[in-house]
T-cell receptor
Framework: QKEVEQNSGPLSVPEGAIASLNCTYS??????FFWYRQYSGKSPELIMS????GDKEDGRFTAQLNKASQYVSLLIRDSQPSDSATYLC???????????FGTGTQLKVEL | DAGITQSPRHKVTETGTPVTLRCHQT?????MYWYRQDPGHGLRLIHY???????DKGEVSDGYSVSRSKTEDFLLTLESATSSQTSVYFC???????????????FGEGSRLTVL
């Protein structure tokens, strides 16, 4: 079992819709979680971090964390074509000293 | 933008030759990382450094070595390149100057290596 798992997609949503990206993790002691966005041919960039159960909002992005279910999600409201990218979920695992990435979910926002 | 640069950005080499990739930062961050990214595997940590001359292995360290003689430079060396090391290599620094591995990474632009 991979430590951080994501559906590779592609996930296709129409412009203006809500995109929902999901991630599960296996290390129960993980405390810190991150979402990175990576455009094709570019490097990853951090867009959200979340450390507590519940929701964290930043503009059109909302990160959700449920530690009991070992589940992290990213919601993108009012999706735009410029949101089309691969979204990488990451967690600090291994007792707090290793950042592990999922394989990423490709999002396509269609006009 | 975080001041982090990688060189070379593209390199084609032959099996068995040595290759060194350089990562340079201007931010005085303590933690520096080398990742490789391959389809179906995502980003995998090769080596990381938590200070000058302080380095440790990641999950895919076989065939790679690193050195950090100055805060600003982190070198990744493939002693004898193999075709399985064809990949995109990313250097990253952590989000806080000085101490602290926060998980909030800033990435360089990547180095695409092809081993024929």
């Amino acid at each position: 079992q991979k430590e951080v798992e994501q559906n590779s997609g592609p996930l296709s949503v129409p412009e203006g819709a809500i995109a929902s990206l999901n991630c599960t993790y296996s290390d129960r002691v993980s405390q810190s979680f991150f979402w990175y966005r990576q455009y094709s041919g570019k490097s990853p960039e951090l867009i959200m971090s979340i450390y507590s159960n519940g929701d964290k909002e930043d503009g059109r992005f909302t990160a959700q964390l449920n530690k009991a279910s070992q589940y992290v999600s990213l919601l993108i409201r009012d999706s735009q074509p410029s949101d089309s990218a691969t979204y990488l979920c990451a967690a600090i695992t291994g007792g707090g000293n290793k950042l592990t990435f999922g394989t990423g979910t490709q999002l396509k926002v269609e006009l | 933008d975080a001041g982090i640069t990688q060189s070379p950005r593209h390199k084609v080499t032959e099996t068995g030759t040595p290759v060194t990739l350089r990562c340079h930062q201007t931010e005085n961050h303590r933690y520096m990382y080398w990742y490789r990214q391959d389809p179906g595997h995502g980003l995998r940590l090769i080596h990381y450094s938590y200070g000058v001359k302080d380095t440790d292995k990641g999950e895919v360290s076989d065939g790679y070595s690193v050195s950090r003689s100055k805060t600003e430079d982190f070198l990744l060396t493939l002693e004898s390149a193999t075709s399985s090391q064809t990949s995109v290599y990313f250097c990253a620094i952590s989000g806080l100057a000085g101490d602290g591995d926060t998980g909030e990474l800033f990435f360089g632009e990547g180095s695409r290596l092809t081993v024929l």
